[in-house]
């Protein structure tokens, strides 16, 4: 348990006491006066309880966390025994021969199975087919040595695992004798591109007849190969550690804070109760019958605290777990010193507590208040950091005084605690006070502010208003402007046919001018004709 929970305890009473009566400045002021001298009380324990305390005895940091990784094992720096062995063979190698002993116990086995085989065997540098003797070798794509001088398969497998992965039919080839010999423990392409000296002007792989589109093949399918196996063996082998250590982790942390509840639950009460024993008048009852009330009295409050204590138990696993996983990340980009570890782990519970806060507020809690408490919590999360990571350096100091110095590994510890509590306490304290200021009526100008910023909130929600209805009556306007436009087509084109009929009927017209004329004529021509035939047969009739 950290010096956080006392801060979190006097978020809440302030919280509480703002949604009672709004107190006067002069009560205000004096209400805080009285929550910092009890503050100081409650960090100053808690501080000896918790970071300064109860972890020192319960972890063993280490520099660099609990898990190694590559850039830790690069530097030397090692989480376990084991991979302290690991690195030190490993720095060996770089400087001495490289024992091949292992790669080759298999070899003579390999070249006779491949021999005894009826598929041919096939160079896998020159595509050739080989002979089934001393003229048919076996190689490594990636060399013995490569692998032996890589951090990563040193740290992550063992010997053993290297040698299998050396050995897989993926990395061990057939290749000619001469160019086994020639290859050695070069990168196969510098090797292949490089000019031969028993045949000035020409490569390796012009001198060898070597089929370079295959060499890459192959070189790509062994390094493909050597990259999952690694791979394979840092997850199994970083997985397990990561899985342990957070578990350890865990219940170290869970055990640590539920200890705490209980622990500053007891002193607390002890305090209290020895304070109203000394101040309180000898009664006529045995003394020993009060301290034993006393006695009773304490051990129900730390009952009554089990519930919390179970809560902090559950919390601390899994903060222990997730700040050992934390750790393990950074430590991928960054070395962390034995003490950053202490404060990452000790830092996380508070700002799960800030999020918590500022995320899922407590039901009836002002937004002032949950930014009030979470800045709090904060502030002990830093004021903590900061003490840890002076702790040092007060025991540097008190080394140096000589009656002080075989007691500095304990004193250092109790004198950081008291003197970060009080930085906490002074710290909230200060917080409260600047928040206070904030919610008090006087402060005209930061209310004329934010009525201001409301004020113009409420003009830019009307001005797009405004502009939404101008752009709706744009559309309109629009589509008015269409349907004059589809009106003057339709009234043209009107006007179009109407000429028409003009000049269709004027055209009717004079036909029908014409056809009455026509009329008239043939008429009159009839009429002629009929007084012609009266007139034969008048003439007809009158002759004898």
């Not at 519970?349 to 995320?359: E, R, S, T, Y």
């Not at 809690?365 to 903590?384: P, Y």
Request: overall charge negative; glycine content about 6%.
């Amino acid at each position: 348990m950290t010096t956080l929970e006392p801060v979190a305890a006097l978020s809440s009473r302030t919280a509480l006491s703002t949604e009672t009566s709004a107190p006067s400045s002069r009560e205000l002021r004096e209400r805080r006066l009285d929550e910092l001298l009890e503050s100081c009380k409650q960090q100053t324990l808690q501080q000896i309880i918790g970071p300064f305390g109860l972890t020192p005895a319960m972890f063993d940091d280490k520099t660099g966390g609990n898990v190694t990784t590559l850039r830790n094992f690069e530097q030397g720096i090692t989480a376990t025994q084991n991979d302290a062995a690991a690195y030190t063979e490993w720095h060996d190698k770089q400087s001495n021969p490289i024992d091949r002993t292992a790669y080759g116990k298999t070899f003579p086995a390999k070249r006779k199975a491949m021999f005894q085989n009826d598929e041919p065997i096939i160079s896998a540098y020159t595509g050739k087919e080989l002979p089934r003797d001393g003229r048919t070798h076996l190689d490594h794509v990636n060399s013995v040595k490569s692998i032996e001088i890589d951090p990563r398969a040193n740290l992550f497998m063992n010997e053993a695992q290297r040698v299998e992965m050396a050995n897989a039919p993926e990395n061990l080839v057939p290749a000619e004798h001469d160019i086994n010999q020639s290859m050695q423990d070069k990168v196969k392409l510098d090797w292949a591109n490089a000019e031969r000296k028993k045949t000035p002007g020409q490569t390796n792989a012009e001198s060898f007849g070597v089929d370079v589109e295959l060499l890459k093949r192959t070189q790509d399918k062994a390094d493909r190969h050597r990259k999952i196996e690694t791979l394979k063996a840092q997850a199994k082998k970083q997985g397990a550690e990561l899985a342990s250590t957070c578990a350890t982790e865990a219940g170290k942390n869970a055990l640590r804070q539920a200890m705490g509840v209980l622990l500053h639950e007891f002193v607390n009460s002890s305090y209290v109760e020895v304070a109203t024993l000394v101040r309180t008048p000898a009664p006529t009852e045995n003394l020993v019958d009060r301290v034993t009330e006393a006695l009773k009295r304490t051990l129900d409050r730390v009952t009554a605290k089990l519930g919390h204590a179970f809560d902090a138990l559950i919390e601390g696993g899994v903060q222990g777990a997730v700040s050992n996983l934390l750790t393990f990340i950074i430590n991928n980009v960054v070395t962390t010193s034995a003490k950053i570890v202490t404060v990452i782990r000790e830092s996380f519970k508070g700002l799960w507590q800030a999020i918590k806060i500022v995320c899922f507020p407590p039901k009836g809690l002002s937004a002032m208040d949950a930014a009030r408490q979470a800045t709090k919590i904060i502030a002990g999360v830093i004021t903590t950091s900061v003490g840890l990571l002076f702790e040092q350096s007060i025991k540097g100091f008190l080394v140096s005084i000589p009656f002080l110095a075989p007691l500095a590994a304990y004193v250092a510890p109790v004198i950081t605690g008291i003197l970060t509590g009080l930085m906490t306490a002074l710290t909230v304290y200060a917080i409260d006070r600047l928040f206070d200021w904030l919610s008090q009526t006087g402060t005209e100008h930061l209310e004329a502010q934010i009525d201001t910023l409301e004020a113009d909130a409420a003009l830019g929600e009307r001005l797009a208003t405004f502009i939404e209805q101008q752009y709706q009556h744009s559309q309109r306007y629009q589509e008015m402007l269409a349907c004059y436009e589809a009106m003057a087509e339709d009234l043209e084109k009107a006007e179009h046919h109407l000429l028409a009929a003009v000049d269709t009927a004027a055209a009717t017209v004079e036909i029908g001018a014409s056809t009455h004329k026509a009329l008239g004529t043939g008429l009159a021509n009839m009429k002629q004709m009929d007084d012609e035939l009266e007139r034969l047969l008048a003439d007809y009739c009158t002759k004898p």
